[in-house]
């Protein structure tokens, strides 16, 4: 029966016909059961002789209304039906909408002020249990004998059975009021009915569906009994809204599921937009970090490729020097693929060899990288390297690319402004212990509104720019431990600093440096 449900596994998750119940929802549906029964005994005891008299516009209202419900209700169980393909499902759906073509005769045929449209007095109390044989689910024979076209056969039958040979019936309503005892018996084949669609439900009990048809079916098999004997007392409303209540129980339900449906569906959709701007953003991310990276080596190498050249041109070529700016060419080449290798490493969380090693060597390394450069821009630098410092443990291509990366954004930022061109590199034991590097320029500044920003990968002021250095930089140090910040120079440009932590290995062992300041390589 529900082996079609277990081969969409998909669609039968998202389903309240195959989901299962959750607690909340048993202790929800309890609490209704329990509400229906108190409501019950009050309607059939103390309460079902009070007469309450003829509403004139209740019968049509109640009929539109439950018309309404069966309808929708059947449409979206079919719906139901066309996705899991389960068969039960097919005889729920199919139960509504016998349902409907029910509902529609019992209209034609109820003595709305004391005449129906159609059929005689037994009409209505026929049709009325006739649609309240909805069989219970559970077989394929009654699945396919409750398709869509057999619900309207039956209702055919009962059209000419309860309409044009009404007068022929066993009496089931005396008069437009009053219900014969015999009452009792269609009442109770409704219960036994009912009871049996129970069972088969409890012993299933798989899904929100079964739950709520069970809590449906509880007021549909005690309707008949609230109903007799006499129209129109509060027994008969109470009977008919539970009826109403039965009926639109699981169209509640349902609409409940969609709402939910649509909620998960909105956050799916959501949540696969963000992944997938995430991942097209580690890809532009790394595609841009390379080339970033990448760019410094390569604008070194043409450059000592043209001086090479230049040198072998002349008439008595130099060839020393041809041979130096290979050399350097060379060094250029080596850099460019441990550049390459270490921003690789980055994107895939590598751990790189690490080791223990006093910053002032990256720093200086930097340094001598940038040297040409800071020549060209005509840059006075400072040099405040602390010596006897702290050893740090960390990969130590990534630390230099880190000062060649601030030392490369400060000749920009000066070359910007029309002033002298100063650079301060410091490193120092800050106050908590770490050892920390600043890089201060005189250039143009950082806006306080972009101080934050300027970290975001892509971020960039200037027009050839890719806003991946500054990225690059903080990720690498935060990958050490440590922590890169930015702040205003004083009287003017930019200070960027980081801090790393000591290597704890070696610190202790280490007694401070007793000769003072090292040369720098
Ligand atoms: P890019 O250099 O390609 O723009 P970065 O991530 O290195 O990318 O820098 C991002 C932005 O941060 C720069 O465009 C610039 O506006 C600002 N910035 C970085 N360093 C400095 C500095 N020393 N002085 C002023 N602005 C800076």
Redesign the pocket.
Known sequence: METSAAALPEEGFLVLSTLPPSRAQKRLALVVLLGLLVTFILAAGPLSHVRVGDIVVFPPAYATAMLLSETITAVLLFGQFSIVRSWALLVISSGYCFTVFMLILWTLTFPFAGRGLVGGLQSPPYIYFYWHIRLPPGSVAAAIALSVAATAVLALVATYLFIAENTILPRLQLDVLLSNSLWRYGAATTLALTLAALVALWVRRRSILDLWLMVSLCAYGVEPWLTYPERYNFGWYAGKVFGFLSSSLILLVLLYEITTLYAQLLRAVLAQRREREARLMTGDAVAASIA?EVNQPLTGMIARANAGLRWLERTTPDLDKAKNALQHILADAHRAGAVVASVRAMFKKEARARVSLDINDPVAEALALAADDLSRHRVVVEIALRSGLARVVGDPIQLRQVVL??I???I??MSAADATRVLSLRSETDGDGAIAVS?A?T????RPE?MRR??TPL????SG???????I?RAIIEAHGGELS?APNDPR??T?RFVLPVDEATSAADAPDPWGARPLR
């Open positions: 970033h990366n601030l490369a954004n400060a920009d930022a890089v320029d250039g143009v500044g950082i972009e300027i970290f971020f960039t002021t200037k720019g890719m806003g991946m250095g500054l990225a930089c930015a440009g930019a960027l």
